[in-house]
C-alpha cells in the first residue's frame, strides 16, 4: 500500500507540473478522485491492510485527496492565481487581443456542504478502519423492518410513517423477500444486505439518502440523509463504541467537545443509547441553543440486538457487535450554526458559496 501511495503521489506532482486546460484538470481530477478513480479503488481495498498499518494509510488517502483538490481548484481557469500565457506577438488566432474588454468569467462548482460533511465523517472513519457501503434507496419491508426485529404493529410501519410505492411486478426487487416496497427510512438497511452476503469481522460505514413522510419544517425534511457504522467481531463491548464515538465526535467538534450516553431504546440494538456533546455554542454551561442543558443531542447507537444477527445467520454466542447511526444535515447545522434545515435544498447561490 504504501509503495502504490508514494508512486501515486509521485505521479500527481509531474501531472500537474504542466500547463493544462479545463478538460485535461477535469479528466485528471476523475482519474484520480472520481466514483471510480485511482484512490476511490484504493479506499474500497484498504480493508486488506493490516490493522496497524490502516491509520496511516488513510491519512495518506485524505492528504493526496486534498493535494488534488487543492491543485484542481488553484489551477483551473477563472481561478484567482491561474495566468494563462498570452498569444506570441499579441495575436490570437490571427487578430490583435484587446486588451481593454472585461475578460471571460468562469463559473466554478463546489461540492454541497451536506457532501463535505458526509466526505468528512468517512474521512474520518476511514482513519478508525472502517470501509464505504451503500445499498438501495428502494427496499422491501424485510430489509427495512422485520430483519431489524421491528414488530408488524410498530407504528413506523404505518403508511403514514414511512413511503410505500405501487410498483409494477415486473420492477419489485428481485430477492426473496419481496413483499411491501418502500422506500427506506433508514441507512440500517445495509447492514442486513451486507451480513448477509459477508462473514465477519465487519467494520462498515453506510452513508446515504432516507424518506421519511415527516412535515417539513426547519428541523424535519421528509428526505435527509444519514451515516450508519456497523462493528462485528468475536469480543466488542459497549466500551469499544464509547470509544469509537467519543473520538469521532472530537474530529468533528473539537477536541474540547465532551459527550454523554443516555438509556434508550431501538428495536435493533440492545442495550441501546442516545449520544449528547457538550454544546459547541456555550460549551456546556447553558444556552439558547441547548435549552440551558449543555448538552447537544446528536445520535442513537447500540450493541446489535441477538435477534438480528440470528435474521442474518450469525450466532449469537459467538459473534457481538455495535452500531450506530447519525443524521448527517443534524451534524452540519450544528457545527456551522445553521438554524433552519430547509436552507440546505433551497439552491440558494448566497448560502452555498460559503462553502
Not at 496497524?52 to 481548484?73: F, H, Q, Y
Not at 472513519?125 to 451503500?134: K, N, P, S, T, V
Not at 456546556?284 to 450493541?303: P, S, T
Not at 456551522?336 to 452555498?352: A, M, P, Q, T
Request: aromatic share 8%.
Amino acid at each position: 500500500m504504501k509503495e502504490k501511495l508514494d508512486q501515486i503521489e509521485k505521479d500527481v506532482k509531474q501531472a500537474f507540473d504542466a500547463e493544462l486546460s479545463a478538460g485535461e484538470l477535469e479528466a485528471l481530477r476523475v482519474k484520480y478522485i472520481g466514483r471510480k478513480g485511482v484512490l476511490t479503488d484504493i479506499i474500497k481495498s484498504i480493508k486488506d491492510v493490516p490493522a496497524s498499518e490502516r491509520a496511516e494509510a488513510g491519512k495518506r488517502i485524505n492528504d493526496l485527496k486534498r493535494i488534488i483538490e487543492d491543485k484542481v481548484k488553484t489551477a483551473s481557469p477563472g481561478r484567482p492565481g491561474h495566468q494563462k500565457a498570452p498569444a506570441a506577438g499579441g495575436a490570437s488566432r490571427g487578430r490583435m487581443l484587446d486588451r481593454s474588454l472585461p475578460g471571460s468569467r468562469y463559473e466554478v462548482g463546489s461540492r454541497h456542504p451536506i457532501s463535505q460533511m458526509i466526505e468528512e465523517i468517512c474521512d474520518i472513519c476511514l482513519g478508525f478502519g472502517f470501509r464505504i457501503a451503500e445499498g438501495p434507496e428502494v427496499e422491501t419491508e424485510y430489509y427495512n423492518f422485520t430483519a431489524l426485529n421491528i414488530p408488524n404493529d410498530h407504528p413506523s410501519r404505518e403508511t403514514f410513517h414511512t413511503f410505500f410505492l405501487d410498483l409494477p411486478e415486473e420492477r419489485h426487487p428481485k430477492d426473496k423477500h419481496a413483499n411491501r416496497i418502500l422506500l427506506r427510512s433508514q441507512t440500517s438497511t445495509v447492514q442486513i444486505r451486507i451480513m448477509e452476503k459477508e462473514k465477519p469481522p465487519l467494520q462498515v460505514l453506510m452513508p446515504g439518502k432516507v424518506y421519511r413522510p415527516d412535515a417539513t419544517d426547519a428541523s424535519h425534511s421528509f428526505m435527509f440523509h444519514q451515516v450508519e457504522g456497523l462493528m462485528v467481531d468475536e469480543d466488542i463491548k459497549f466500551s469499544d463504541l464509547k470509544g469509537i464515538l467519543d473520538a469521532l465526535c472530537k474530529a468533528i467538534f473539537g477536541a474540547r467537545t465532551k459527550t454523554r450516553f443516555r438509556p434508550h431504546y431501538f428495536p435493533f440494538t440492545e442495550p441501546s443509547a442516545e449520544v449528547d456533546v457538550s454544546c459547541i455554542i456555550c460549551g456546556g454551561k447553558g444556552c439558547r441553543v441547548c435549552g440551558k442543558k449543555g448538552w447537544l443531542e446528536i445520535l442513537g447507537a447500540g450493541m446489535v440486538n441477538p435477534k438480528v444477527f440470528e435474521a442474518v445467520g450469525y450466532p449469537p454466542d459467538k459473534w457481538s457487535g455495535f452500531a450506530f447511526g447519525m443524521g448527517v444535515e443534524r451534524i452540519a447545522m450544528l457545527k456551522w450554526g445553521i438554524s433552519d434545515i430547509r436552507i440546505f435544498y433551497e439552491n440558494d447561490l448566497r448560502f452555498l458559496r460559503q462553502f
